[in-house]
């Protein structure tokens, strides 16, 4: 279903990731879905992103889901980068927490009903509803 139908991203999302390819900056999608290739296929995105860490590698590697930092640590060892110079950006209070809990230079909460009150109690240290609002306006 997802071939044929398709993904529609968020644009601001897109918007976002265009902007730090054009910059050279290393991305790497971290997600508890075991379905995480195919809907970044289907979005046609997977050559976007040279590190996933999904539900598949974390059961195969015996790695912790989130709250536990463990899949966000792995997908910056896998980039080379230090997770303190490493950008979380999470939707879901467990992966706020996640991104907390690993050391992460910055841990960004994007409010999509969670709640930006609760996103910053548990870790977020800037919470927005779209991703297009960190980038500078023209």
């Known amino acids: 279903m997802l071939e044929r139908e398709g993904v529609e991203a968020y644009p601001g999302s897109i918007a976002l990731v265009d902007a730090l390819e054009a910059r050279g900056i ?3 999608i971290v997600s508890s879905s075991k379905n995480a290739p195919n809907v970044l296929r289907a979005a046609g995105l997977l050559e976007r992103f040279p590190v996933i860490v999904d539900g598949i590698f974390a059961a195969e590697h015996g790695i912790a889901g989130k709250p536990a930092p463990d ?3 792995r997908a910056a060892v896998e980039l080379g ?3 303190q110079r490493c950008v979380v950006f999470e ?3 467990s992966g706020v927490q996640a991104g907390r809990a690993g050391d992460f230079g910055l841990v ?3 409010d ?5 009150d609760e996103l910053r109690h548990h870790g977020a240290d800037v919470v927005v ?4 609002q960190l980038l500078p306006e023209d």
């Not at 999509?112 to 930006?116: D, E, N, P, V």
């Not at 509803?129 to 297009?132: F, K, M, Q, V």
């Open 81 to 83: 980068i230090a997770t």
């Open 71 to 73: 899949t966000y640590v």
């Open 129 to 132: 509803t779209d991703l297009d």
């Open 91 to 93: 939707d879901a209070i």
């Open 108 to 110: 960004v909460g994007v």
């Open 26 to 28: 290393a991305m790497a």
């Open 112 to 116: 999509r009903g969670a709640g930006a």
